[in-house]
């Protein structure tokens, strides 16, 4: 199958700003793209393309002062399958991980695990281990936070949306990636595109969608917690430790968000 992608942003800024991007479809699906993959700003503006440590694809730019929309407009290739399931992938003793995967065990800037390890511990100590715990998780996550875009909070840590038990779907990866980690199961916060594909059309507008990954059986397997069934179509666009890591923008300096679209669909 073929999906159609891509996002219209527009900043306001009152002075030239820069700025770091992370808007590209992730490496590890460009050669599903078909065609160019391009940025387009408007006005033309120069950029330079680098990439971070967790090997997403970042842009650098100073915008300029007035009005700076960034667009891009693809093609992907997909095989149409849903989400892995694999109920027997284990979890692995701490001291067996890969050295590259203890960085998802630590506490960051929204998984607060200080705050969250006596709960999980309570919750998830006794139950099963490997994909079960995960499951586990995803469920309690996924029963406990009322979903709604009006619940959105650019500050809201893990430890305060199960405290408030509201949120977006950044606060439902935030959630179960750091219980995940208090359970001693690497984890890592993932943001990309995911359209209605396969699923009733949603009454709201498309956005970018957040999501995780947990390290089970020597891999990553992907995880939804805001939806916890298998999804068809995820296009990833960046991973991390949290959202801090994977922001669409970092700005330094004021700036007003004056446009956002996203489009992401069944090409038919």
Known sequence: MQIRAGYDITYECAQPTPMLLSLSVHPS????VAGPHRIVFDPPIGASEYRDGFDNICHRIVAPAGRLRISAAFTVRDSGAPDAFV????QHPVEELPDDVLV???????????RLSDLAWSLFGNGPT??????????????????????????????????????????FAHLAVT??????IPARYCTGYLGDIGVPPADAP???????????????????????FPRIGRILMARGRDATDVALSTIFGPSILAGFDVVTEEVR
């Open 29 to 32: 699906r460009m050669d599903d």
């Open 87 to 90: 109920p027997d992938a284990v």
């Open 104 to 114: 998802f065990l630590l506490g960051s800037r929204y998984c607060e695990t200080d």
């Open 130 to 171: 490997g994909w079960g715990r995960v499951q586990a998780i995803c469920d309690y996550v996924h029963n406990r936070i009322e979903f709604g875009y009006h619940h959105a909070d650019a500050t809201r840590g893990a430890a305060s949306g199960n405290i408030e038990q509201r949120g977006v779907c950044r606060d």
């Open 179 to 184: 219980l995940c980690r208090c359970m001693n």
């Open 206 to 228: 498309m956005d970018f969608s957040a999501w995780f990954e947990a390290y089970l059986g020597g891999r990553w397997y992907t995880f939804d917690a805001r939806h916890n």
